[in-house]
């Protein structure tokens, strides 16, 4: 089946996705962020990153990169903040580019084109490669989501003090507070608010560092 018939099957056009993006740095080691993704009409790729962030950098440098699509939100948040091991990557079937052993599906993709937009990037990537095990997907709840969702908030925080957007900004805490609150009430105890308080901590001291300076 050809390529963009198979992500036909799974995705549809003009939807953001949640995924984490891997691939290789100037010198090769592996990098992975969390990033949102859609499908144009002609199903290429498409992502924004911020110019300011390595994905920006290197996936630009590079051309080529990993979509990986995955249910655990630990790997999420090691993705947005660093906190990962080199044990976590393996090559990707046909580009060779770092891609999650754990990934449930993955899409090696290469950088067709760049629109410059603001402080952010518009890349389309063009697959070129799909790869899609067979897993037990369990059931959703609320909790992933507020996860994922005070996870893309949280990254939002310090474009919005830099750039003195303090509107944007108090909406951004807002929902961050609005979300943890959530965790805490429907599970607590668990891995799930233990990454709630280290967002917590990361966005608090970036107010903090913001305010002493």
């Given at each position: 089946m050809p390529i963009k018939d198979k992500l036909k099957v799974i995705f549809q056009p003009n939807i953001i996705y949640e995924g984490i993006i891997t691939f290789e740095k100037e010198d090769g080691s592996p990098?992975?962020?969390?990033?949102g993704f859609s499908f144009n009409d002609e199903f290429?790729?498409?992502?924004?990153?911020?110019?300011?962030?390595?994905?920006?950098?290197y996936i630009k440098m590079k051309k080529k990169a990993v979509m990986n699509v995955v249910n655990d939100v630990e790997l999420?948040?090691?993705?947005?903040?660093?906190?990962?091991?080199?044990?976590?990557?393996?090559?990707s079937y046909k580009l060779k580019v770092p891609r999650l052993k754990s990934s449930n599906?993955?899409?090696e993709v290469q950088l067709k084109d760049i629109k410059e937009d603001g402080v952010r990037a518009n890349f389309i990537l063009e697959p070129v490669y799909v790869y899609a095990?067979?897993?037990?997907?369990?059931?959703?709840?609320?909790?992933?989501?507020a996860v994922i969702e005070?996870?893309?908030?949280?990254?939002?925080?310090?474009?919005?003090?830099n750039m003195k957007l303090y509107d944007e900004l108090e909406r951004m805490i807002s929902l961050?507070?609005?979300y943890e609150k959530l965790v805490r009430r429907i599970a607590p105890n668990t891995k799930y608010?233990?990454?709630?308080?280290?967002?917590?901590?990361?966005?608090?001291e970036s107010l903090k560092f913001k305010s002493d300076n």
């Open positions: 990098h992975m962020a969390s990033m290429e790729m498409v992502i924004r990153p911020f110019k300011d962030t390595q994905s920006y950098k999420f948040f090691k993705a947005t903040y660093g906190e990962f091991s080199l044990e976590e990557f393996q090559p599906l993955y899409i095990k067979k897993v037990y997907e369990r059931p959703f709840t609320r909790v992933e989501f005070t996870l893309i908030h949280s990254t939002r925080v310090k474009v919005f003090l961050i507070d609005h608010q233990e990454i709630m308080d280290k967002i917590s901590k990361i966005v608090e």
